[in-house]
């Protein structure tokens, strides 16, 4: 993960790409592969559009559910180990 841009910014989970974070910053992080992308003429081919907010809703919202549903287990486990055993 990219330290400066935690905890906010999603692309920080993700391989750093062009496409997946601005252009400006891209060049600003990487900039030797910037520069060979631009030089190669590469860059725009790799240019990706943003998701749609339905599916960026959607994907935050099964993260939310997997992550409930996990720590509700995790609770129940320890619960279980605590004051199941008699």
């Known amino acids: 993960?990219?330290?400066?841009?935690?905890?906010?910014?999603?692309a920080g989970v993700s391989t750093p790409a062009p496409g997946s974070i601005p252009p400006e910053e891209f060049g600003a992080d990487r900039p030797r592969e910037y520069?060979?992308?631009?030089?190669?003429?590469?860059f725009a081919q790799l240019l990706v559009e943003p998701m749609p907010h339905y599916v960026v809703r959607g994907?935050?919202?099964f993260g939310a559910t997997a992550l409930t549903i996990g720590l509700i287990l995790i609770f129940l486990i320890?619960?279980?180990q605590v004051f199941g055993y008699r």
Do not use: G
Request: net charge positive.
């Open 59 to 61: 994907f935050r919202i």
């Open 35 to 42: 520069e060979q992308l631009v030089a190669s003429r590469k």
């Open 1 to 10: 993960m990219r330290s400066p841009c935690r905890p906010i910014d999603r």
């Open 78 to 80: 320890v619960w279980a």
